[in-house]
């Protein structure tokens, strides 16, 4: 079965920053994964997908990510926060076609002045 | 379009009640999710649906919630009878598109968040 580990259940950086949010996955074939962000009171937005080719995938709002098969990672960066990133995020693997979505626990971001 | 659309958006009931959560996927869409969101628990997939038919409802966490599908276009979860430990935030989410990967690209309602009292 398909899982999600995010260890870091809360981070707090300054404005101006650089970020990058871990995620780990578990899954036998080739992953598709995801990262998506909630704001309070709001649902899931996408930030970024990947499911093959180039493994360093560009996002909305500036953000990018990495997969490392080597390292069953896909970890979330920016290079320099805003406020408004403060926000709710979310690594989500699947396993294509018309399966189900697996989220991680979430990583909730503080951006400090 | 105007996305995954929810309704209510939020619901305070006491205990015992019946609560009936509402989604109307993005037109097209043939697949259709319910999560439930907690801080304990965080976000749990209850149920999906393909193609109106459901898939998978191993998440579904007792007999008390049910869900349909009756159309492509409509989906209800439904609490009877409904307990204090309900209370969390109930999100819709629907996928579709040609290819596995616009299959597995979910887009979430708002949410309804439910309360029992």
């Known amino acids: 079965a398909q899982s999600v580990t995010q260890p870091d259940i809360h981070i707090t950086v300054s404005e101006g920053a650089s970020l990058e949010l871990r995620c780990n996955y578990s899954?036998?074939?080739?992953?598709?994964l995801f990262w998506y962000v909630q704001s309070p009171g709001q649902g899931l937005q996408l930030l970024l997908k990947?499911?093959?080719?180039?493994?360093l995938v560009q996002g909305i709002k500036g953000f990018e990510a990495e997969f490392k098969r080597s390292q069953s990672s896909f970890n979330l960066r920016k290079p320099s926060v805003h406020w408004s990133d403060a926000a709710e995020y979310f690594c989500?693997?699947?396993?294509?076609?018309?399966?189900?979505?697996?989220f991680g626990t979430g990583t909730k971001l503080q951006v400090i002045p | 379009d105007a996305g995954v659309i929810q309704s209510p958006r939020h619901e305070v009931t006491e205990m015992g009640q019946e609560v009936t959560l509402r989604c109307k996927p993005i037109?097209?869409?043939?697949?259709l999710f319910w999560y439930r969101q907690t801080m304990m628990r965080g976000l749990e997939l209850l149920i999906y649906?393909?193609?109106?038919?459901?898939?998978?409802d191993s998440g579904m966490p007792e007999d008390r919630f049910s869900a349909k599908m009756p159309n492509a276009s409509f989906s209800t979860l439904k609490i009877q009878p409904s307990e204090p430990r309900d209370s969390a935030v109930y999100f819709c989410?629907?996928?579709?598109?040609?290819?596995?990967?616009?299959?597995?690209?979910?887009?979430f309602g708002a949410g309804s968040r439910l309360t029992v009292l």
């Open positions: 989410a629907s996928s579709g598109g040609t290819g596995s990967v616009g299959a597995n690209v979910l887009t």
């Open positions: 899954y036998g074939a080739t992953p598709y």
């Open positions: 990947y499911f093959s080719g180039d493994t």
């Open positions: 989500a693997v699947g396993a294509g076609g018309y399966q189900k979505v697996t």
């Open positions: 037109s097209g869409h043939n697949s």
């Open positions: 649906f393909n193609n109106n038919v459901p898939i998978d």
